[in-house]
């Protein structure tokens, strides 16, 4: 996945001929590129090309050497021009694109600015229409409407905690939670959207992968990685932050109650002990827990277990009973389950048995408050403000506009009926015929690629040719449960989604339950290989190795990753790059363990295994040891296994993409076909230049220390800077582009590839 992280864009500037030609114009006199020129001799002066060149030249810095920080060269401009929303840990243009796509949603769901569509009469079902519209600004409408959030106070969540703690109880005579009670308990919590220390969930079977089966994974951790328990400033703002939670919640009631004599001061104090217990509950939890190399690892993390097997590995737990209690009513499991870390689930009997149970239950309670307390009204909700703004790096003092999160919540809930009229007012569909032609060319790339390859022994090189060509394109939109396009099939999807206008905490907590419904249904049933996994306004791209299908929603083909009027070599460095990192996933430390079915088994021979083994550790030593800046101005290292999945993808896919422009722009030496004109202002770049530019650009990023440091430690993929630099040190076409000399700092002798 491009971004996962679980990781916007635009802004249109408007401007004038006059202002691009008043620019300098940029050119590297010394570094004259010896890569292909355009024959082309027109400079393509429309409104669309006016804008894409002024964008271009604004983000950068022509006074930067390319060949010593290629990312202060492509992206200086805008470091320096651009700034970070008060509210935000980041900008970059996913960011842009993420709020541009955003406010066309407003319009579609804010009655209050008098810009919502009307459903078409020529839509075949009318009435449906409406209602999916009206279901939409309900949704919106009660997420806006905080006065009367307030005025529920926290009885919502006092509710919820109390029906899913109904049945916890302890065994006095040997102190321990009755197991059947846990596991009920647990399968409350799953039912409604959230994971304990251990979480059921529905997935493609590893070795059969056309039908669903189940997995169990860990979690239960409320900080964004291990790490972070071993922070002790943020485990201190931790402990605050659940202590002065359970107080907002319980006030001093519960603990009152307790001992009438308790001061104000003695029940702070008790909820801090509570935070205490809590919060070293979860540092064991982190303790045991398996690192991401290994959860990112498919034969680790692929151990079939039946439910006695489980049983045995951790009796603590009523498994039939859990099992039981996420399942629809008729559906039983037939299949081994599998497991994530069999270790986890060793270390984790052992510290239930070590517990104490209203430890216990305690943990249980705050997962509860983590998981439904921003459903509350501003004053409830604080203290996970504060937290959540501090690991991101914001001031707690800032405040999110109200409708930012309401259109979130749209997205989320209702995604794809939202994007239904995205599709209608934003989505040019023009653009899919063009992108599908960059993909096509990126796969035939690869094929002509892997022959050459002489690593790759005959045996593998057949296999991965297959799945080559048997990798299924998704893009835009949904076709199938639901189809994006049609207000039926959309109001038929979403029909068991109750939705009201005026109970926000209601429709959030009837999400959860429906989403998780919807999950565990599938459950024995075929896997859908026709549905994207996000709405069509989804900034991001992905590769699902299950399915071998590589996925293009509708958000993502936007400048600057798309245009259909720019120049191929800026499509292909932006959007043909994304294409081919998320071809590339396939073949990667992860991906090339899936066969062209999406079935985990080992269809490489040893002999190959071995030498991917020794040039992907080139890239994990190469990236380990770039570093980023703390928020004290201290280095921290990238992991480089953790991030070499992405780091492989990335590398790959500006190689491959770059061949296939290269083809199609010597295929049309005169530019006419592939649009491969200049822009103005940027004439004197030869178009190898500015394809690397293109490249760059889509990773430009001005990040705040605090959220670089939540995304090395929590994300697969590399920063920002080091997806620019990284990369092209290792691209020989790069070097060849802007003349740099070899052993210059993006010209390394020592190079790392894999395809």
Not at 419 to 424: A, K, S, V
Not at 664 to 686: A, C, I, M, V
Not at 742 to 751: H, V
Request: proline share 6%.
């Amino acid at each position: 996945m491009v971004l996962t992280t679980k990781l916007s864009l635009l802004v249109a500037v408007s401007m004038t001929l006059s202002l691009v030609q008043a620019e300098p114009i940029p050119i590297l006199k010394e570094r004259a590129s010896k890569g292909p020129s355009l024959n082309n001799k027109v400079t393509c002066k429309t409104p669309q090309c006016i804008t894409a060149a002024k964008e271009i030249l604004d983000d950068m810095n022509p006074k930067a050497d390319p060949c010593q920080d290629f990312s202060q060269f492509a992206c200086g401009g805008f470091y320096e021009k651009r700034t970070i929303a008060a509210d935000e840990g980041a900008f970059n243009y996913f960011q842009v694109l993420y709020d541009k796509n955003n406010d066309a949603i407003r319009e579609i769901v804010d009655r209050s600015l008098g810009k919502q569509p009307t459903p078409s009469k020529t839509d075949p079902n009318p009435a449906a229409a409406h209602s999916n519209l009206q279901k939409l600004q309900d949704l919106y409408a009660s997420c806006m409407d905080e006065s009367t959030i307030l005025s529920a106070g926290r009885k919502p969540l006092l509710d919820q905690i109390s029906s899913i703690l109904s049945a916890f109880s302890s065994n006095a005579a040997d102190g321990v939670v009755d197991k059947t009670v846990l596991a009920k308990t647990l399968a409350q919590l799953s039912n409604q959207g959230m994971s304990g220390f251990v979480g059921l969930g529905v997935g493609p079977d590893p070795t059969d992968p056309l039908i669903n089966s189940l997995a169990l994974g860990e979690g239960g951790l409320g900080l964004p990685a291990k790490e972070y328990y071993q922070d002790a400033k943020i485990v201190k703002l931790y402990e605050s932050t659940i202590g002065q939670m359970f107080q907002v919640v319980f006030g001093e009631e519960d603990v009152a109650t307790k001992n009438q004599t308790l001061t104000e001061a003695d029940v702070k104090q008790e909820w801090k002990d509570v935070a205490k217990a809590v919060v070293g509950f979860e540092t064991h939890l982190a303790s045991i827990g398996t690192d991401m190399v290994d959860l990112y690892d498919p034969i680790k993390s692929n151990n079939p277990r039946t439910v006695d097997q489980i049983s045995a590995a951790i009796p603590s737990i009523d498994w039939p009973a859990f099992i039981s209690g996420i399942l629809p009513a008729g559906v039983k499991n037939t299949r081994p389950i599998i497991v994530s870390s069999p270790e986890y689930l060793t270390g984790l009997e052992a510290l239930l048995n070590s517990t104490n149970p209203q430890t216990l239950r305690n943990y249980i309670t705050w997962l509860v408050i983590s998981n439904n307390g921003p459903n509350l009204g501003t004053p409830y909700r604080q203290p996970l403000h504060i937290l959540s703004s501090t690991l991101s790096g914001v001031s707690p003092d800032t405040v999110t506009p109200r409708w930012k999160h309401c259109v979130s919540i749209i997205n989320n809930n209702l995604g794809d009926m939202a994007g239904h009229y995205y599709i209608q007012t934003a989505f040019p569909g023009t653009s899919l015929t063009s992108t599908v032609s960059i993909i096509d060319s990126i796969l035939a790339s690869y094929k002509k690629t892997f022959p050459t390859l002489t690593w790759l022994d005959k045996s593998t090189l057949s296999g991965a040719v297959e799945k080559l060509q048997a990798m299924v394109k998704l893009m835009g939109y949904s076709t199938n449960s639901p189809d994006v396009s049609s207000s039926t099939s959309l109001q038929a999807y979403y029909s068991t989604l109750p939705v009201s206008r005026t109970d926000y905490y209601a429709n959030q907590l009837q999400y959860s339950i429906w989403s998780t419904r919807e999950s565990t249904g599938m459950l024995n049933k075929p896997v859908n290989r026709k549905k994207l996994p996000d709405p069509p306004q989804t900034v991001n791209a992905f590769y699902n190795p299950s399915t071998n299908q590589i996925v293009f929603p509708a958000g993502i083909l936007q400048r600057p990753f798309f245009d259909v009027e720019s120049p191929e070599y800026v499509n292909c460095g932006g959007f043909g790059v994304i294409a081919g990192h998320e071809i590339t996933h396939g073949f990667d430390n992860m991906g090339h363990h899936y066969d062209s079915i999406g079935r985990i088994h080992n269809w490489w021979t040893n002999t190959t295994e071995k030498a991917f083994a020794e040039k992907a550790q080139c890239f994990i030593d190469q990236y380990g040891n770039f570093t980023i800046k703390g928020p004290n101005g201290e280095d921290h290292n990238v992991n480089g296994q953790q991030t070499l999945g992405e780091n492989i993808a990335d590398n790959g896919g500006l190689k491959q993409s770059f061949h296939a422009w290269q083809t199609r722009l010597q295929s049309d030496p005169s530019g006419k076909k592939y649009k491969n004109f200049k822009l103005p202002g940027l004439e004197r770049y030869t178009p190898s230049q500015l394809f690397f530019i293109s490249y760059a650009r889509v990773w430009c990023s001005k990040e705040r220390p605090e959220y670089l440091v939540n995304r090395i430690r929590s994300d697969s993929h590399s920063p920002a800077k080091w997806r620019i630099n990284g990369v092209v040190q290792n691209s020989p076409e790069f070097a060849s582009a802007f003349q740099c000399k070899l052993g210059s700092a993006m010209n390394p002798e020592k190079k790392c590839e894999v395809w």
